[in-house]
């Protein structure tokens, strides 16, 4: 029996293979691999469809975090507030642009970052707070804004997961700043890493632009110290064939998730993914909780090993809270110190989701977790 990938990437190739295929063909033809007209079409098609004036497209997401990051100007000695329930991405930003990662806890329904705590975490140092959207749905960042209640503090959203989600109509980056990565498994993937910033604000774009191009406009130009971190036209002519479908493959996750909403609901054993009121979700992942409070990431991790032996691709996202990783043991932070993160690292497991999997699959994913549940 064919197994059931967490995310089926061969599927959405054959939907956009003869459009990728001209597309290479058109950049093959003027040998322009860097930049150029596939990139700027791209930019203007990602910004319009983002509902931003600014589109900046880089080498990958936590390049993308990064460039703002050191567009703002920080650098050691700031602090950087954000939840510690994440990718490693999103610290690894703020430690590389010579800042400090500050964590706090998230909500315990969402996962995603606690509001309160986030408001509590903010100090005299602190330069920048970064709400994650995390698995397709965005954090509650006008919340946010009134509890920095006024002090000099930028919000730099982290939208890696969510292209195309809305909360109360607003995309990620209207109004402020996003990063966001195009990683093939996400809503809009390339074919290998990519990247890229939106935002209204033409000139924190440009200062990123300048950064990702060796700190320079044009050839030769380096006004300061820069890195390459530039969208390739190879990657640009991918997202531009898959943008299109963008819409489309969302209304697919969603009608996705609302399935499996129905085919688990009222099961012992199993909580369902929460919506915060007022988003409209794209489901990069469906992520459920097994198990108790409390029990240990032991039974949650013999379900994934029942699901991935029988063809299942269930995976977690994320099994340990940065606090709890080596890379960021120098914070001194130790188990406890952020329970609810502690006890969704436990107890969450991802379910196959993506836009061209089927009911007969999905009823088979069912199956198969309820048994692993028990």
């Not at 809009?188 to 033409?202: E, F, S």
């Not at 709890?324 to 006890?343: K, M, W």
Request: aromatic letters at 6%.
């Amino acid at each position: 029996m064919r197994g059931i990938p967490l995310v089926d990437l061969k599927a959405a190739h054959e939907e956009v293979e003869e459009e990728v295929r001209e597309g290479f063909a058109r950049v093959l033809a003027t040998t322009g691999f860097v930049g150029g007209p596939e990139v700027a079409a791209f930019e203007q098609e990602f910004a319009a469809f983002s509902g931003v004036s600014r589109c900046v497209g880089v080498s990958n997401g936590t390049d993308a975090l990064e460039l703002v990051l050191r567009a703002l100007g920080l650098g050691a000695g700031d602090e950087v507030v954000l939840p510690v329930n994440t990718f490693a991405a999103t610290a690894e930003a703020v430690s590389l642009a010579g800042a400090t990662p500050v964590f706090v806890d998230c909500d315990p329904d969402t996962q995603l970052i606690d509001v309160e705590a986030a408001a509590a975490a903010i100090g005299p140092r602190t330069k920048v707070l970064i709400p994650v959207h995390l698995y397709g749905q965005l954090a509650p960042v006008e919340r946010l804004r009134e509890a920095l209640a006024g002090a000099p503090v930028r919000i730099v959203e982290d939208a890696a997961q969510c292209q195309g989600a809305t909360r109360f109509g607003r995309q990620a980056g209207v109004g402020g700043v996003a990063a966001t990565s195009f990683y093939p498994g996400k809503n809009l993937g390339a074919y290998g890493d990519a990247g890229a910033v939106v935002t209204d604000d033409a000139e924190l774009a440009d200062a990123v632009r300048i950064r990702a191009n060796h700190g320079g406009r044009s050839k030769y130009e380096h006004v300061v110290v820069g890195r390459n971190s530039r969208l390739d036209a190879l990657q640009a002519v991918v997202l531009r064939a898959k943008l299109k479908r963008l819409a489309g493959w969302n209304e697919a996750r969603r009608a996705a998730a609302a399935r499996y909403h129905a085919l688990l609901a009222g099961q012992d054993g199993i909580q369902l993914p929460a919506v915060l009121e007022g988003n409209e979700h794209v489901w990069h992942l469906y992520v459920v909780k097994v198990g108790e409070p409390g029990e240990g990431a032991e039974r949650r991790d013999a379900v994934v090993e029942k699901l991935n032996a029988d063809g299942i691709g269930a995976g977690v996202h994320y099994p340990y809270p940065l606090h709890l990783t080596p890379a960021f043991a120098d914070l001194d932070h130790f188990r406890g110190a952020f329970p609810h993160a502690e006890d969704a690292a436990d107890r969450i497991l991802s379910l196959p989701l993506h836009p061209h999997l089927t009911a007969e699959e999905q009823e088979r994913v069912v199956e198969r977790l309820l048994a692993a549940v028990g």
